[in-house]
Antibody, heavy 120, light 106 residues
């Protein structure tokens, strides 16, 4: 059974950075795309970027270019999201997701979500 | 970016009813569309992908159709557990935009 287990809630100051982890278990890690989707309070789901561990390089939504880094550690089956220069509007639940394949961006598994609160 | 617009934003229905939600893409996405169900405080759940393929374990009362720019999700014979928010998502090209959601209420 595939599971994505994310790190715990974070409270950050504006201008700081946050790093959220997502540990995958139960299936082959490297050959799927893993992505990050966030949801602000009462907002729609928003795709941020993703990585296929076997390929190594990440793709990012233009909105986050320069502020976000997604990487993966094959040895531990963990994917990471780092978001820098945090703003109050980055307050959201951040979800790790897995795609149906390396190039299939249909998200069949989701982590439990990590609440990131940005407040002074 | 491809924009995804759902309608209606909310809909009221009763147990046993049938409901249809529509999703329109701002450009042709062929059949690269998914539907998700989200309940309060929970992660979304994949219901349908490739516009009409039912994800494993999803009840057959859920069905999807459409291609190009216009898509529908139909839920027949609504059950109490179906009251949730539904999102469409285009998987044709990144960024993989979601619709704004449709809240299905009793």
């Amino acid at each position: 059974q595939v599971q994505l287990v994310q790190s715990g809630a974070e409270v950050k100051k504006p201008g700081s950075s946050v790093k959220v982890s997502c540990k995958a278990s139960g299936d082959t890690f490297s050959s799927y795309v893993f992505t990050w989707v966030r949801q602000g309070p009462g907002q729609r789901l928003e795709w941020m970027g993703g990585i296929v561990p076997a390929f190594g390089t990440a793709d990012y939504a233009q909105k986050y270019q320069g502020r976000v880094t997604i990487n993966a550690d094959d040895s531990t089956g963990t994917v990471y999201l780092q978001l820098r220069s945090l703003r109050p509007e980055d307050t959201a639940v951040y979800y790790c997701t897995r795609g149906l394949g390396a190039t299939l961006y249909y998200f069949d598994y989701w982590g439990q979500g990590t609440l990131v609160t940005v407040s002074s | 970016d491809i924009q995804m617009t759902q309608s209606p934003s909310s809909v009221s229905a009763s147990v046993g009813d049938s409901v249809t939600i529509t999703c329109r893409a701002s450009q042709d996405i062929r059949s690269w569309l998914a539907w998700y169900q989200q309940k309060p405080g929970k992660a979304p759940k994949l219901l349908i992908y490739a516009a009409s393929t039912l994800q494993s374990g999803v009840p057959s009362r859920f069905s999807g159709s459409g291609s190009g720019t216009d898509f529908t999700l139909t839920i027949s014979s609504l059950q109490p557990e179906d009251f949730a928010t539904y999102y469409c998502q285009q998987a044709n090209s990144f960024p993989y935009i979601f619709g704004q959601g449709t809240k299905l209420e009793i």
